[in-house]
RNA sequence: GGCGGGGUAGCUCAGGUGGUUAGAGCGUCGGAUUCAUAACCCGAAGGUCACGGGUUCAACUCCCGUCCCCGCUACCA
């Protein structure tokens, strides 16, 4: 059903970096490493297949850099774009256009793709109210607003998030906001805006989703899909006011631009129009032909976009056809924590490639066999060696050795002549043939490790069959039969050039050097004449070279150094804004008991607890209950903000404030006064 | 809290419409060997298949419950 053969094409995209920053081995292990695997294997197969992946630049994220380091939104992308680009090129991501969001063709595509939603009436338009900065007239993302977070009261957390307790927020949250650009508090102020009404296209997509890919789709991707299935899809925004972006091509709307969501994946298409226009071919087929297959490549993060909103959008639009299948990955973790850019735990691949040259092939073969197929992994150094020392050197680069080593000693590099074959021989052969489609196999599927462990067992069947025979033995009495021994042996490597170059496409150009092959095609790799009796072979070379201890050791420290350098960062909370007496004096803070307390239902973090604060009794509801069970918190004294004004969480009205302190692990501990005062005590 | 994914040998992972001794690679130990980058080859040890119930002639595989990890989502005065 979901046979390669039957489809004239392959149109596959890898997920597009944000260009704020460059790509780490997450990145690669997730997406990169397997579409390119996938991509070279289509290739050799002989399929008419595009590989499409650009630079995302477009969002708020990017403009709030390239204010930070005062320069243009177009600066920052530039820089990332080229040094992303860059880095895969080196790394052998063999992508046919590597292209960005900021290039014409993708704003003339982008804004077509929306001009046919428009006119076809798919958008909801919606008014709403939104911070707006009179000075600079303009309205103001949430990225661009900032003020006190009303749970922690750090003084400079985001309209969306506060960075300082995780919070997600938003901005009408914010107590006494300020607009990023120009300082001042901003005023509200109506806005307009163009919806998808993803609930519209539920039956559609349940019908695609959950029953047409019930059983050629990833459990995880799968599982996802279904659970927003059955929470129900809401109306999502497409435009966004900034000024940085894909305009609106609609009359009156200036300043006004495409979401990034909405925009990226039109980036695919975009790309493809490119590639198209440089090769003089016709884009569409792969996008519109039911007969091109449709893959995306992507992360666990991304799995809505690609199979909810894109999906409905390629669907709203009409003359698209959907994707075929979205094989996403879990994450990777290095040395046991998560990855992260902001905190430097990471390894970059533009600082790989520097710390490890001509070293690409170690990458991927490492990335590939510890990829997140199926649940977290763990990336570690010690691995990287291992795989390295253990798996490639020792059993794909030793066997070459041997016969590159015994072809030159005894025959002087000219290969022999086979002649009678014994049933070792002949059963050798029998299993070298079956490789390719026991390889192609997994392939199609998109298990990787398991047709990465498969070519391995190519060459573990030559360094078998080689032991086993053990030519250096008979080459005195039976050289005759050591020809044969070492032609077999010779057809075993020429396979492995041939059927190695998806996973490590260096080494296998390397090896048809040695051995003077010409790349072939896929389903030629099991073959036993591929370099004929009297070739005469280029001297031997490494394939591989050890990993040794010093440059794993060196890799660790620098992520210690990493580790160190962010955690002197965390303890030095710096101190808030000073504040007027006036204002301190306004707050009345009481001591008081805890009577009793209660988890909400439905909450993971709130304890609903009665205080009695000597004046009166009050409800007040605190994020503690993580920290603390409510059998442990009555009876205890505590201090409460008692004049804050109230608030609903949860249904419930709160209030007051408890007092608590916070580590930098973020633990929680009551303030609480020193004596044991009666409740209603004043805190000045 | 809701939802999704996952918890299988020291490590990284396969597996199964329920059925003889639960698999692989790496690591460890032993043997054999010397063509080879002390590598290859052979063999062995290692697992109450997270935990507790249930269904069954039979469960690691199905059902119920619990715990732990990751993600999405709600919530955090």
Request: aromatic residues 10%; contains cysteine; charged residues 25%.
């Amino acid at each position: 059903m979901n046979n390669n053969k039957s489809y004239k094409r392959h149109t596959v995209t890898a997920a597009l970096p944000y260009a704020n920053g460059p790509i780490h081995i997450g990145h690669l292990a997730g997406v990169y490493v397997p579409a390119d695997i996938y991509v070279r294997y289509l290739r050799q197969k002989g399929k008419d297949v595009v590989y499409i992946c650009g630079s995302d630049e477009h969002g708020v994220p990017i403009t709030i850099k390239a204010r930070q380091e005062n320069k243009t939104p177009q600066q920052v992308v530039d820089y990332y774009h080229h040094l992303i680009k860059d880095a895969f090129q080196e790394f052998g991501i063999a992508f046919d256009v590597y292209s960005r969001t900021s290039a014409d063709i993708h704003h003339e595509t982008a804004a077509a793709f929306f001009t046919t939603l428009y006119d076809k009436g798919v958008f909801v338009e919606q008014e709403s109210e939104q911070y707006f900065d009179e000075e600079n007239q303009q309205f103001l993302a949430d990225r661009y607003i900032t003020g006190t977070c009303p749970h922690c009261g750090y003084e400079s957390a985001y309209g969306d998030q506060c960075e300082s307790c995780g919070t997600s927020l938003s901005p009408a949250e914010l107590i006494k906001p300020r607009s990023v650009i120009s300082g001042n508090s901003p005023v509200m102020r109506k806005t307009r805006h163009w919806y998808l009404p993803l609930d519209k296209y539920e039956p559609m997509l349940r019908e695609w989703i959950l029953e047409n890919h019930k059983d050629d789709w990833k459990p995880n991707v799968y599982g996802q899909c279904k659970s927003w299935l059955d929470l129900g899809l809401i109306p999502r925004g497409v435009t966004r006011d900034l000024d940085w972006g894909v305009q609106l091509p609609l009359e009156g709307t200036e300043g006004k631009v495409l979401y990034v969501w909405f925009d990226a994946p039109i980036g695919y298409i975009s790309a493809t129009r490119e590639w198209a226009a440089e090769k003089g071919v016709d884009w569409k087929p792969y996008w519109k032909s039911p007969d091109s297959k449709l893959v995306h490549f992507i992360g666990k993060d991304n799995i809505v976009f690609h199979c909810i909103m894109f999906p409905t959008m390629l669907h709203a639009e009409g003359s698209y056809k959907l994707p075929d299948n979205v094989p996403a990955n879990e994450f990777l973790n290095l040395e046991g924590d998560k990855i992260s850019t902001s905190r430097n735990w990471a390894v970059w691949l533009h600082e790989y490639l520097q710390d490890f040259p001509g070293k690409q092939d170690v990458l991927r073969y490492v990335l590939c066999a510890t990829a997140p197929e199926t649940k977290d992994n763990d990336f570690t150094w010690k691995d990287f060696q291992a795989r390295n020392n253990h798996e490639l050197l020792a059993i794909f680069g030793n066997f070459v050795n041997r016969t590159m080593v015994l072809t030159h000693k005894y025959f002087d590099g000219r290969v022999p002549e086979a002649g009678d074959m014994t049933d070792n021989d002949r059963e050798t052969l029998k299993n070298m043939a079956a490789f390719p489609a026991k390889i192609g196999e997994s392939l199609e599927l998109y298990r990787f490790r398991e047709a990465l462990a498969e070519m391995m067992n190519l060459a573990r069947l030559g360094n078998r069959y080689l032991t086993e025979e053990e030519p250096w033995k008979k080459f005195k009495e039976d050289p005759e039969r050591v020809k044969t021994i070492l032609n077999i042996c010779l057809q075993v490597c020429a396979s492995l050039s041939v059927l190695s170059g998806p996973f490590l496409p260096f080494t296998a150009h390397k090896l048809q050097e040695m051995l003077g092959v010409p790349a072939r095609a896929w389903d030629e790799g099991g073959r036993s004449d591929l370099i004929a009796p009297g070739h005469q072979l280029n001297q031997p070379a490494f394939l591989f070279e050890k990993v040794e201890d010093e440059q794993v050791k060196a890799q660790l420290e620098k992520l210690m150094q990493a580790r160190k350098d962010n955690q002197s960062d965390e303890d030095a909370k710096p101190f808030k804004e000073t504040t007027t007496f006036d204002d301190f004096a306004k707050m009345d803070m009481r001591t008081a008991t805890i009577l009793s307390a209660e988890k909400v239902p439905k909450t993971k973090k709130l304890l609903k607890m009665t205080l009695d604060t000597g004046i009166d009794q009050r409800t007040v509801v605190a994020g503690i209950a993580e920290f603390y069970n409510p059998e442990e918190v009555v009876g205890k004294k505590v201090v409460v903000l008692a004049n804050l004004e109230p608030r609903k969480i949860k249904g419930i009205e709160s209030q007051g404030m408890i007092l608590m302190a916070e580590n930098p692990d973020g633990d929680l501990a009551f303030v609480k006064p020193e004596k044991d005062f009666e409740n209603g005590s004043t805190i000045s």
